[in-house]
């Protein structure tokens, strides 16, 4: 099992930076994929970026492509994501997931994770 707890979100206004922390802890192993989804009001969640937790090859959806950054640091088991110039559609709860079968690049689809945390809301206000 592995329990992810997010943080960092918040009320921002469009241009505005926020970081969000993924903090990781239980079965920890170094096949773990991690990423970062979101879901706005009325919307499906969608995939924003994703990381092997040895590291390697990132993956982001293009509507953040250049403007977030996932990271991450294993000695404090925390994975990040840089959010950049944020814009008004960038609302949503931001949630943190883990991928424990070992799929590579990180993949962009949902049931591939198994393990998510509780969220965190950005609001980006216009």
């Known amino acids: 099992q592995v329990q992810l707890v997010e943080s960092g979100g918040g009320l921002v206004q469009s241009g505005g930076s926020l970081r969000l922390s993924c903090a990781a802890s239980g079965r920890i192993i170094s096949t773990l994929v991690m990423g970062w989804f979101r879901q706005g009001a009325g919307k499906e969640r969608e995939f924003v970026a994703g990381?092997?937790?040895?590291?390697?090859?990132?993956v982001y959806a293009d509507s953040v492509k250049g403007r977030f950054t996932i990271s991450l640091d294993n000695a404090k088991n925390m994975v990040y994501l840089q959010m950049n110039n944020l814009k008004p559609e960038d609302t949503a709860i931001y949630s943190c997931?883990?991928?424990?079968?070992?799929?590579?690049?990180?993949?962009?689809?949902?049931?591939?994770?198994?393990?998510w945390g509780q969220g965190t809301q950005v609001i980006v206000s216009s």
């Open positions: 990381i092997p937790w040895s590291g390697g090859r990132t």
């Open positions: 997931a883990a991928g424990a079968r070992g799929f590579l690049p990180p993949p962009r689809v949902a049931p591939l994770y198994d393990y």
